[in-house]
């Protein structure tokens, strides 16, 4: 593939949303170009400890979502390393991206534009996670949760979407709210 995407959709699943104390459980990415169309896909599982998972998964949350609970934990065996995931992360977006989002921009040069649903609270995790990808990431992001409180406040339009607390459906459904968004703009 030509190294032709633009924006790294993540989507990540974690043992809850405490940076520093949760952890990365889960990751789904996609590249896109700008016009949001899919040009490949990358998922992987991280190890996480099992006192973690019984320390940090606990609550509400994990007891309304328990499919999701028994689906993450079931495929915590066969996870790698948080530092392997990060670098096989990092060769497939060497892979998939040019060296600047935006050409002819020089404060883009080298740096990818991250895209999700809050997905300021990922790159939390990110940061402290994969500092390696961390750095390769430009400080603006993509954040689809700002077209969805515009919409919904401003012009009292819902888009719904299925969460079923899966990193690669979660990611697909983002793209796909914000292509919906995006119906009424152009």
């Not at 990415?29 to 040009?39: G, N, Q």
């Not at 999700?116 to 993509?142: A, C, T, V």
Request: charged share 30%; no cysteine; net charge negative.
């Amino acid at each position: 593939m030509a190294k032709t995407a633009t924006l790294l959709w993540i989507d990540l699943e974690m043992t809850g949303l405490v940076p520093g104390k949760d952890k990365i459980m889960e990751i789904a990415a996609i590249a896109t170009d700008w016009e949001l169309e899919p040009l490949a896909e990358f998922t992987a599982t991280v190890k996480v400890s099992d006192e973690v998972i019984k320390e940090r998964m606990v609550g509400p949350f994990w007891k309304e979502n328990k499919e999701s609970y028994d689906a993450l934990v079931s495929k915590n065996e066969e996870g790698k390393s948080a530092e392997e995931v990060e670098k096989d992360l990092l060769n497939w977006i060497s892979k998939n991206f040019a060296s600047s989002a935006i050409p002819n921009d020089p404060k883009y040069k080298g740096k990818i534009i991250l895209a999700g649903n809050s997905i300021h609270q990922d790159r939390k995790f990110i940061d402290i996670e994969w500092p390696e990808l961390s750095k390769k990431l430009h400080y603006r992001m993509l954040d689809v949760s700002a077209w969805k409180l515009y919409f919904e406040g401003a012009k009292h339009l819902k888009y719904t979407k299925r969460e079923d607390h899966r990193a690669l459906s979660d990611i697909k459904g983002s793209i796909s709210e914000l292509k919906w968004y995006l119906t009424f703009v152009h």
